[in-house]
């Protein structure tokens, strides 16, 4: 079974930065897609930033400019880099993986368990 950990989260002062991290491992032929998604209290999950496996990126308008989403294919590894946050940005973070097991006719998406980030003021 494939496996997918976020870590980096914690507080931090707005205009500061923080970044994230996230591995994936266990039965893994190559990944697809690397994304970050995140959600507050009240809101819907959205998402924030998107990586291919060929380094074509997307952002969400509310973080273009101040994040950074990189991947290292090699180490099955994607970060976000978070510069000059805010309180909006409070949230937790979610790392969501398209993998492929063996053939690449099996695909799925997995999810890890998210990481909380607080930006106070």
């Known amino acids: 079974q494939v496996q997918v950990v976020e870590s980096g989260g914690g507080l931090v002062q707005a205009g500061g930065s923080l970044r994230l991290s996230c591995i994936a491992s266990g039965s893994i032929s190559s990944i697809n897609g690397m994304d970050w998604y995140r959600q507050a209290p009240g809101n819907q999950r959205e998402l924030v930033a998107a990586i291919t496996s060929g380094g074509s990126t997307n952002y969400a308008d509310s973080v273009k400019g101040r994040f950074t989403i990189s991947r290292d294919n090699g180490k099955n590894m994607v970060y976000l880099q978070m510069n000059s946050v805010n309180p909006e940005d409070t949230a937790v973070y979610y790392c969501?993986?398209?993998?492929?097991?063996?053939?690449?006719?099996?695909?799925?998406?997995?999810w890890g368990q998210g990481t909380q980030v607080t930006v106070s003021s």
């Open positions: 969501r993986a398209t993998v492929v097991r063996g053939s690449a006719l099996h695909q799925y998406q997995s």
